[in-house]
């Protein structure tokens, strides 16, 4: 937008509107991702405009979101902007800097002000980390995006680097010299993450230095401001527990540890806390904001109150006190010769250091609100049960539609995503998307974490395989589903792969195992089948879901990664084995599950859990090895497409229903 059509638009306001502050604000609505309820915040800080004078307000809004998406995702520019970032460490007398994806609050999506990694390099992923030294970059990722970070990344520029197979810390021994200074940003890397880097620098001789202005944002002229987005209460009807409530049990645990205090700095663990939900950010509704929790139950929370719903501040009760995020850092020094909690894993140094500072005597464990906010009440988890089956609903009708459709050779990744999402919008409680959609198309859907985009769009072909991995978010639960789709007649490498997925998919689904079972000792089952074979995938098998909240939460997982995390009661994970073939297609079965206890067999001598599967779409049983499986595994498909055809007959018709009927026939 232009200084003219700026001053054109804002001379409509009336004169007591101050033209500069709300041109601030309307930039920081437009730092927050689009949502159908977003208007509500601009009406409440604008009450008295006219109808014509309130939609000036949003076209400026609406043009400023558009530049900030340009703004932040523009690889062409990553050549210039790496040349401003050595700019300003040649100026700090600094040889290398790390520019994580993270922000200071660490969870896994951050808003636009804090994309710092993707306005560096142009990587879109939701993990990985660059290091910038005088003469060369390197950007490392995990096994899901080792095919992505080549596809968007200047490999002239930045050197991909797989974080397994070449370490950041080997590469900076490799390439820095002894008395280099390597510096960091204090808030972006938690407690854990600067030891780790620590110590590998001491290693090398290296000189970690953290700095206190960050060099990207330094460099970054036209960087967004903070996201300003509603926050609004998140009825007990679906929490199942109020705020007081859960208040008063983590006030339980710190007097139980003679713990004064606890520093809270995950979203969600907030949101769930307070039983708020906010969107700041795409896909995943927090509000951003730390709070600490005290011994009496007290909760600080340091949030911009502007941006509460009118009915938030009564939701939040006299136990509650708000203060702007300004007040955080002396709120730190107040806990002077406190004892205080805080997660190593998810606290950025900067916090860690001035409770230093304050003489607080620090106690290292996990959030306390972690477990309990992962082991869902019988209120979230029937609640979850509902959602999947109005979203398993959504998915059958986009995949009756795709089998009239996809064989024609008309169809590509972005209009099937679109129509998938559809589907999904005119739902009960729908909110938003838990994720955005991998839409992958052949070679594509061997992307693990694809996004569709103009550039890499590619046509849904004969003979090729679909993957869709979606999921929403609704008032009542986070879903989460990938389906794989023949379109026309698939290969029969297609067919083995895919069996040996599935015959992964159902151990896993169908397993039972003692109390205090963590996810990496489950692991090995959905992989077996693919083992037998040599081949495997290069990702976890399950994560953690939240209760409208995460599509990923902790701290529960099925990996290969070692846990000390025993899958309890009331846990949601995924089942999600895959292959992936590359330049090719990929394979991924993915449903929701729920931990739950089973009756254990005669003469059991442990108390048994099993899994309650809650995802319910079909199949593709054209993708079906038939002789590949065994009788318990074909049972298995079978009852499993029968609960399919009766949770979601009643809400199908017509020729939606018709192909229902014959997706989820007997194998």
């Not at 001053?7 to 927050?32: C, G, K």
């Not at 142009?122 to 980390?129: I, L, M, N, Y």
């Not at 306390?368 to 109005?390: D, F, M, Q, W, Y």
Request: charged share 25%; hydrophobic share 40%.
């Amino acid at each position: 937008m232009t200084l003219a059509e700026l001053e054109q638009l804002t001379a409509t306001l009336p004169p007591n509107v101050n033209s500069d502050e709300t041109v601030a604000l309307l930039r920081a609505a437009a730092a927050a991702p689009p949502r159908n309820d977003e208007d509500i915040l601009l009406h409440q800080l604008f009450p008295d405009l006219t109808e014509d004078q309130f939609a000036n307000l949003l076209s400026i809004r609406d043009d400023f979101r558009r530049e900030i998406r340009s703004i932040v995702l523009n690889p062409s520019a990553s050549r210039d902007r790496l040349a401003k970032l050595r700019a300003e460490m040649a100026h700090e007398h600094i040889d290398g800097f790390i520019v994580p994806l993270n922000d200071e609050f660490h969870g896994e999506a951050a808003p636009a002000a804090a994309e710092r990694l993707k306005w560096l390099t142009g990587f879109t992923g939701s993990a990985g980390v660059a290091a910038v030294l005088k003469e060369k970059a390197a950007i490392f990722v995990d096994g899901r995006y080792t095919l992505q970070v080549r596809n968007e990344v200047d490999t002239d520029l930045f050197q991909p680097c797989h974080v397994s197979e070449e370490p950041m810390s080997a590469w900076l021994a490799e390439n820095m010299s002894s008395g280099d200074v390597l510096a960091v940003d204090p808030w972006l890397h938690t407690e854990s993450a600067m030891s780790s880097l620590r110590k590998s620098a001491n290693d090398a001789g290296i000189e970690l230095k953290s700095i206190k202005e960050n060099l990207i944002d330094k460099a970054w002229q036209d960087q967004p401001p903070r996201p300003l987005a509603l926050v609004q209460p998140h009825p007990e009807e679906f929490t199942g527990e109020s705020s007081a409530s859960k208040r008063s049990r983590i006030a339980g645990s710190l007097a139980a540890r003679q713990t004064d205090a606890v520093v809270h700095t995950l979203p969600d663990v907030i949101a769930w806390l307070l039983n708020i939900r906010g969107a700041d950010l795409p896909c995943t509704p927090f509000a951003l904001g730390f709070a600490i929790t005290h011994q009496d139950g007290r909760v600080e929370l340091f949030m911009e109150e502007r941006k509460f719903a009118a009915n938030l501040r009564e939701h939040l009760g006299n136990m509650v006190e708000v203060k702007a995020p300004a007040e955080f850092e002396s709120a730190l020094a107040a806990l002077k010769n406190k004892t205080v909690q805080i997660d190593p894993a998810v606290t950025s140094q900067y916090i860690v250091d001035r409770l230093t500072e304050a003489g607080a005597k620090i106690t290292r464990a996990d959030d306390p609100c972690l477990l309990p906010k992962a082991t869902k009440n019988s209120v979230e988890i029937e609640g979850s049960r509902r959602a999947h089956i109005r979203d398993g609903a959504a998915v059958a009708k986009f995949l009756h539609w795709l089998s009239e459709n996809g064989p024609s050779g008309t169809l590509d990744e972005l209009s099937a995503e679109a129509k998938l999402r559809s589907f999904r919008e005119s739902g009960e409680n729908f909110r938003d998307l838990s994720f955005n959609t991998i839409s992958g198309s052949g070679p594509n859907g061997a992307i693990v974490h694809y996004r569709a985009s103009e550039a890499s769009n590619r046509p849904l072909g004969p003979g090729s395989l679909y993957l869709v991995d979606s999921g929403a978010q609704y008032l009542d639960g986070t879903t989460d589903i990938t389906r794989t789709v023949a379109i026309g007649e698939p290969s029969e490498e297609m067919r083995h792969r895919f069996t040996l997925v599935l015959k992964g998919h159902i151990a896993l689904a169908t397993a039972v195992f003692p109390k205090g079972t963590t996810g990496s000792q489950l692991d090995t089952l959905a992989r077996a089948p693919l083992w037998s074979a040599g081949l495997d995938y290069d990702h976890g098998t399950g994560h953690g879901v939240g209760s409208y909240l995460s599509v990923h939460e902790g701290p529960q997982r099925i990996s290969k990664m070692p846990s000390t995390v025993a899958l309890a009661p009331g846990m949601i994970l995924s089942n999600e084995p895959g292959y992936y073939k590359t330049g090719a297609y990929g394979i991924r079965i993915e449903n929701l599950v729920t931990v739950r206890e089973v009756i254990p067999p005669q003469g059991s001598e442990r108390v048994i859990y099993g899994f309650e599967t809650l995802t319910f779409a079909p199949i593709d049983k054209t993708l079906v090895e038939k002789s590949l499986m065994s009788d318990t595994e074909i049972a298995w498909l079978n009852g499993y497409h029968f609960a399919v055809r009766e949770k979601l007959s009643p809400l199908l018709k017509g020729s939606a229903l018709d192909w229902l009927q014959q997706a989820t026939s007997p194998l």
